[in-house]
């Protein structure tokens, strides 16, 4: 029997930060996180030779140490007017100090201190007073951008930092079940066989691992609720629609409520002269 203080299913930016979090404060924790994907320096597509997805499991994008943030273009956006729910839980300025916790942290590891959105005030007011006669509404969100490649650094130090002060990791290991007694969390039972027991059990699987948590709670009886769904698709258009966008904000948030029924339709996600990975291959 192996027993540990916390473990932690899932290596992805929740895992990563909640076992950092924990070290600092006690560092005589026994902490276990279990990942089904790979470390970060093993983390290879075979896409890259084959150019063409071979439909790998797990799949070496979206598992592993960092989960999908490990080759995403890697944007921090800090402010809690964006994003998930954060707010509505913890209140706004504790949102916003978490945030700003969050990116020192980021800046500790390598991130770049240059932040957009916050600097160019005349560009700014123009591209605000642009959305106001579309009818969009802009919202004002500071932009930290790590990249592709400096994100991966940047994750390759904290996996080497967790490691060094003594945080355990168990690589391509799947979580087949957690042990419930007396409905409390006490252990894990993985693919391999293995069984770990903990005081705590933090479950950070992200959107990767949703389909399979809704099946552990199933299976367990715990009721869980349908969450709000948004339906996104991608829009490509040539850079020089979006230069002045992308120049001056890098990533532009502008909100649009539909006359007819007041649907809300926001701008997600924005990649300055990408390259984008073909379908299939997430």
């Known amino acids: 029997m192996q027993n540990y203080d ?3 299913i899932g290596a992805g930016p929740s895992g990563i930060f909640c076992a950092y979090e924990l070290i600092n404060e ?3 924790l026994k902490i276990l996180m279990v990942e089904k994907g790979r470390p970060i320096e093993k983390r290879m597509c075979p896409k890259r030779t084959t150019k063409q997805c071979i439909g790998c499991q797990p799949c070496a994008i979206t598992t592993g140490f960092a989960g999908a943030g490990a080759f995403s273009d890697g944007k921090l956006s800090l402010s809690p007017d964006v994003g998930g729910n954060l707010p509505d839980i913890l209140g706004y300025d504790k949102a916003m100090e978490l945030i700003k916790e969050s990116d020192d942290i980021y800046l500790k590891f390598g991130a770049d201190t240059n932040v957009y959105g916050v600097d160019k005030e005349a560009e700014i007011r123009e591209i605000r007073r ?3 006669n579309a ?3 802009l919202i004002e969100c500071p932009i930290r951008h790590l990249g592709t490649e400096e994100g991966y650094k940047i994750y390759t130090r904290l996996q080497e930092h967790l490691l060094a002060v003594g945080v355990e990791m168990v690589f391509n290991t799947m979580v087949k079940d957690i042990i419930i007694e007396d409905k409390k969390a006490i252990g894990v039972v993985t693919s ?3 069984t770990y027991y903990a ?3 933090v479950s950070a699987i992200g959107r990767e691992g949703s389909d399979w948590f809704s099946q552990i709670c ?3 009886g ?11 698709v991608r829009v490509e258009v040539r850079d020089e629609v979006m230069e002045f966008l992308n120049k001056n904000l890098y990533e532009a948030k502008l909100v649009y409520y539909t006359p007819t029924f007041d649907d809300k339709v926001r701008t997600f996600c924005t990649n300055p002269s990408a390259l984008q990975y073909p379908d299939r291959v997430w």
């Not at 715990?222 to 996104?232: A, H, P, W």
């Open 199 to 201: 005081e705590e059990i």
């Open 218 to 220: 199933k299976d367990h």
């Open 135 to 137: 009818n969009l509404k």
């Open 192 to 194: 391999k066989g293995d």
């Open 130 to 132: 642009r959305a106001i």
């Open 26 to 28: 006690n560092k005589d």
């Open 6 to 8: 916390v473990i932690i």
């Open 222 to 232: 715990i009721e869980t609720k349908v969450g709000t769904v948004d339906i996104g």
